[in-house]
């Protein structure tokens, strides 16, 4: 039996406790699964069955699980608007304050200061606290249970408060040490406060070269921080270095899958996270650029209706037109893949700028003659013209060229304006492609028509 025949026998078995009313069996029997399962299992009810999960569970071991939960699930509204307002209220107050966070961010404002009046009074002032942190930056994704000590104290004493708070924390294989000011000075992982002896002190094994991140850091350098150091937390501190919180490698992966997501729905101009829309909303988010790209489009149906003269003198060269278009497109959305990759993970815009525009127009030069050679080779074999080979090549080569680098400029011209690269989408790309192709196109073949025409 496989590992997901196994988990739906285990479902169809938990829904039967359900249905049987078999309290003490259901609990036995969740809770022994892992988070993620539970969450897995508790998508598939019904209202009438997650009532019964409410009445069964505890607000903190309902957290637990919903700190398995993704927090851009369209369910989490329903999820939190079926349970009582108490209930839902400390089951926040139990989840970690990061992820706590995440879940009152898709609720509106009314409903989030209904939860956050009902909680403790600490619950929530942890809670608002991470709330006016901007979105996707340091502060909004770190959470606020950790372990931290001061240097003035044994291995001993520092156990003892490892001990006491490691239940709460996040994680504890880090153990930030901290002055009397809540500054951040070190760094102790857990191995070195096991292996040293009871009564050594903080200060003399501490590592004072610890690598933090500002509060205020994009999620993707921390994402790229912890991408070069690979840590499982980073601390999070303010411009004065005192220790805010820590953000773990948990919280990553997930900007890690969002930024990956957004880049390719820039890259195709559609969102890739709209499975669940229904078509007439999906079909609203996509018409923009439809439509945009639709006017585009009608310039280079323009401009071949402006060489119609040119086409009725030589019908031939009306065959290599998608040929030469769609080429030229396909190595401009390659060149603007590679360059939103490399703005992405480079320190160093103004240099990776000229690297970026000097490499592709480079490989666009390179690329264009061997394609732009072959396709000369296959024209004069297949109609036994060297000239129109010739024009229909060094189309090819030129349009590949200028594609490349309108596929290297663009990102970094939204990237200028401040805009995110990744909306110089594809489509765009690949329309513009067709515009400066045809147009380097019919002005090389205008120039050598004498020559292949008859």
Not at 52 to 61: D, G, Q
Not at 145 to 168: C, D, G, H, P, W
Not at 217 to 225: G, N
Request: proline share 2%; charged share 20%; net charge negative.
């Amino acid at each position: 039996m496989d590992e997901t025949q196994e988990l739906e026998e285990r479902f169809a078995q938990l829904r039967e406790d359900l249905k049987g009313n078999y309290l003490q069996d259901f609990r036995e029997n969740f809770l022994e699964m892992h988070i993620y399962e539970q969450s897995q299992f508790y998508q598939t009810l019904e209202k009438k069955q997650r009532q019964l999960v409410y009445a069964y569970l505890s607000p903190k071991e309902l957290a637990d699980m919903f700190d398995a939960l993704e927090e851009d699930n369209e369910n989490i509204k329903d999820y939190l608007g079926e349970m009582r307002a108490n209930y839902a209220s400390e089951m926040l107050a139990q989840m970690y304050t990061d992820n706590a966070v995440d879940l009152l961010n898709t609720l509106d404002k009314k409903q989030m200061g209904k939860y956050l009046s009902l909680m403790d009074e600490k619950d929530a002032s942890e809670i608002k606290e991470l709330l006016h942190y901007e979105d996707e930056t340091a502060g909004a994704i770190m959470t606020t249970e950790f372990v931290s000590i001061v240097a003035n104290q044994t291995v001993r004493s520092a156990m003892y408060v490892l001990k006491k708070v490691a239940k709460a924390a996040e994680t504890i294989y880090y153990t930030y040490v901290v002055d009397q000011d809540n500054q951040l000075v070190g760094v102790i992982s857990l191995r070195d406060l096991l292996v040293s002896d009871d009564d050594e002190m903080v200060a003399d094994i501490l590592n004072d070269r610890v690598i933090s991140v500002h509060v205020g850091d994009d999620q993707e350098d921390v994402a790229q921080t912890f991408r070069d150091y690979d840590f499982l937390a980073l601390p999070v501190t303010d411009y004065e270095d005192h220790l805010l919180g820590i953000v773990t490698v948990d919280d990553i992966i997930d900007v890690i899958d969002d930024e990956a997501a957004s880049d390719y729905s820039g890259l195709a101009g559609v969102n890739v996270e709209e499975v669940h829309e229904n078509p007439v909303k999906a079909a609203s988010k996509r018409l923009p650029w439809l439509i945009t790209l639709l006017f585009l489009g009608m310039a280079t149906a323009s401009l071949i209706n402006h060489y119609e003269a040119l086409v009725s003198e030589a019908s031939i060269l009306a065959a290599f037109i998608t040929l030469i278009t769609g080429t030229a497109g396909n190595a401009g959305t390659q060149s603007l893949a590679v360059a939103v990759r490399r703005l992405a993970f480079n320190d160093n815009k103004a240099k990776s700028y000229l690297q970026t525009i000097f490499g592709e127009v480079l490989t666009g030069v390179v690329t264009g003659f061997i394609t732009g050679l072959t396709i000369l080779v296959i024209v004069w074999i297949w109609k036994g013209n060297p000239i129109l080979g010739f024009v229909i090549g060094m189309a090819m080569m030129c349009a590949i060229t200028v594609a490349n680098l309108a596929g290297s400029l663009i990102p970094m011209f939204m990237d200028k304006l401040g805009f995110d690269p990744a909306v110089a989408s594809g489509p765009f790309i690949t329309t513009l492609s067709d515009l400066t192709s045809v147009l380097i196109y019919f002005n090389i073949a205008s120039l050598f028509m004498s020559y292949f025409i008859g």
